[in-house]
C-alpha cells in the first residue's frame, strides 16, 4: 500500500528529497504522494519531523 500525507504535514519538505522514485510533491496546502509512483519503502516517513506520511 502506498504512504499518505496526513493533515499534520507542516510544508517542510523533508520527505520531498528523502524518496527515491520522486512520488512527492507540494500540494495546495500540505505535500502529497503520488500513490501509483510510490512504492512504500518508508523512507519519507523516517525523516518527517511530526510522522506525517503513514501507510495506508
Sequence with gaps: MA???SEECISC???????P???ISAGDD???ID???CVDCG???GVCPVSA???E
Design 3 to 5: 504512504y499518505k500525507i
Design 13 to 19: 519538505g523533508a520527505c520531498e528529497s528523502e524518496c
Design 21 to 23: 522514485v520522486g512520488a
Design 30 to 32: 500540505k505535500y502529497v
Design 35 to 37: 500513490a501509483d509512483a
Design 43 to 45: 523512507a519519507c516517513a
Design 53 to 55: 506520511p503513514n501507510a
